[in-house]
């Protein structure tokens, strides 16, 4: 199957942990309305949130083949989930995802530009997330997930760095001349 091409066992593990959490924090947001722990009183408690928060997580599968598109499709349903369900907890799941792409962004974006553009996604999709974000309040958390994608992002150019030297490695393979 085309669509699950180039798809490798860790990224169905890391894409199964996302989905999760966005399931869990899904069902929380429609169970927490009244929490007074909350920095935010919950707009919604609609079980649409659910399906949601799985299509914002599920992209993070295709992060090899296209990683610049799933930054755009998790940008784009959770910013389509402030109108639609209002003050809600988004940051336990997106954040999470928001790092893993600042980390795949490093690993899969390829050229100088598309580090750029993968960057300022990346930053874009954390905004979305914290915006109206009802555990956090707001955009404070940016002052703790902007350094942590940052890291994330450094610790994924290293790898390349890494892989990049394997490949590019002695490739000489010995040859038997037989007389």
Sequence with gaps: ME????????????????????????????????????AHAIDSDSVLIV?????????ILWRRRAILPAIAVSFVVLAA????????????F????SIAMAYAVARFAGSRQNQVIGL????ALQIVTLVKDASTGGLGALALSVPLAAVF???GIFVQSRAGKSDSGSTLVAERVHA
Excluded: E, H, Q
């Design 51 to 59: 399906p949601v928060f799985i299509l914002a997580a599920l992209p």
């Design 94 to 97: 997106a954040l999470p995802l």
């Design 153 to 155: 992002y450094g610790i």
């Design 81 to 92: 989930s402030i109108p639609a369900f209002g003050w809600i907890t988004r940051c336990g």
């Design 3 to 38: 669509l699950l091409k180039g798809i490798r066992p860790l990224d169905y593990v890391l894409a199964a942990v996302m989905v999760a959490l966005a399931t869990l924090l899904g069902f929380a947001n429609t169970t927490m309305a009244d929490d007074p722990d909350l």
């Design 120 to 123: 300022v996604g990346v930053f």
